[in-house]
């Protein structure tokens, strides 16, 4: 499905503005172009075990040929656009490592502490090969080093086309399967990113009419949001063309896995990134989700949806302050300390711009408060309706994502495969997991964790609790 091209542009300032100060491009979050495929001469290195590495995971021997490399210098990456594809590579190759054997990686290190030398047995250690350009490269970014929806997505795909909105025109660059499979499900995300671009700066625009009390751009703004959503809707539903359930479930998704609430894969302590001369610490770091996706984020900020879900996996300081703690990987701040939802958390993920861009538009205010005011007249009935049925949308939105959800994850759960061989620590994980206790690669407790998000946002519309109501898995 193509990006609409009939809605009237929005004005260039409103454009320039928001490319200048927040990365946000004519793609929405996405670059303003396809990212680089390959980077220099000096990191053929990295590119070779890229491309190799759904063979090197087939055949377990990524963490010998790892260990095998010299620790290349970041300081040849001459551009964003190549510094954006070693983050890719690194994140990719860290969770490889990490997940890529029968069990955690096992060493005996050195470390120093203010006090004396410590020596420590280090249950899940990542190499310095990885990990010391990793934590450069994610530091320039000011993201974690882990897979994040940027590097899994945003900054990973290819296009023969210029309109990125086609899933059929799109390939991921890097995979960790080398399956068609994983590719189209990156690739999805990205149409959708591309899909709702357009949105973006009229809602801008909509949140910016609220002061003037402007009817009718607030509610163009709705109407083109509704359309929006009902196109993301069926956007989505494309995802069962060409990526089945069993080899995501399996071969694909044990490997986003963040090391955050790991303990029963081997991983009590999260992993050590280790940078040599026995300078190293641990971190536990979610993994790739699409809960990091902007564009959601965007969208339930201007209809005023609050998420509360996955506070009770939050134990940092609040977001927004430059730098990561080394156990849990959230943002560290000399502020008093608050339990914080999932949603809120995810921002941390999000690429720097992004990020200020959603927290700014927050400080906005949103398309619900005024909506829900205390005003006469049929312009406001009007606005008050379009909202209403634009949280609806959003909320169905929600549905459709459990029901994928449902069949990409809970189902195969239930239908483990007879060959009990164990493949990797990634699958181990996977399959040890209780059902009841399913985590998402974010961490939090997946279906009840959606239902939530998606009763949040039938709520947000002053819907009553029991017309929200829908089961967990999808049912209504």
Known sequence: ???????????RSVMETLAQ???????????????????????ATWELLAQCLPELLKERCLRGVVDGMKVLSVDNLTSEEEWQRAYVILTFLAHGYIWGGEKPSEVCKSLKSDASRVYVNLMQVLPPQIAVPLLQVSEHFDLPPTATYAGLVLWNFQSTSTDFSDPDSLKAITTFTGTEDESWFYMVSVALE???????????????????????????????????????????????????????????????????????????????????????????????????????????????????????????????????????GCPISASKERRVGYHEQVRAYM????????????????????AMSDHPGAEHARL?????????TMGDFRKKHIQIVTRYIIIPKTKQPTDKKVRNLAT?????????????????????????????????????????????????
């Open 428 to 476: 181990a994980s996977s399959e040890s997991s209780d059902t009841s206790e399913l985590k998402g690669t974010g961490g939090t407790s997946l279906a009840k964790f959606l239902a939530q998000s998606r009763d949040e946002t039938y709520m947000a519309g002053c819907l009553t609790r029991e017309e929200s109501r829908v089961d967990p898995k999808g049912k209504e």
């Open 194 to 328: 591309a899909q709702t671009a357009y949105v973006i700066p009229i809602m801008v625009q909509a949140i910016e009419a609220i002061e003037r009390r402007d009817y009718e751009t607030m509610s163009v703004g709705l109407e083109e949001m509704i359309n929006c959503i009902k196109e993301m809707d069926a956007l989505l539903t494309r995802m069962y063309e060409k990526c089945e359930p069993a080899t995501f479930y399996h071969d694909i998704r044990p490997l986003l896995a963040g090391s955050m609430n790991m303990e029963k894969a081997g991983l009590p302590n999260g992993v050590f990134y280790d940078e040599g001369d026995g300078k190293g610490s641990w971190r536990k770091l979610m993994g790739g989700s699409n809960g990091q996706s902007s564009t959601i984020q965007f969208l339930d900020i201007v209809l005023g949806v609050v998420h509360t879900g996955g506070a009770e996996n939050a134990t940092c300081p609040v977001s927004g302050v430059r730098g990561y703690a080394s156990t849990t």
């Open 351 to 370: 690429p720097q711009g992004h990020r200020n861009f959603l927290k700014n538009l927050s400080r906005m205010g949103s398309l619900q408060e005024f």
């Open 1 to 11: 499905m193509p990006a609409r091209t009939d809605s009237p542009p929005p004005p």
């Open 384 to 392: 008050r309706g379009l909202h209403e049925e634009a949280c609806r």
């Open 21 to 43: 100060k927040y990365d946000v491009t004519r793609n929405g979050f996405l670059p303003h172009s396809a990212p680089v495929k390959r980077l220099s001469m000096h990191y």
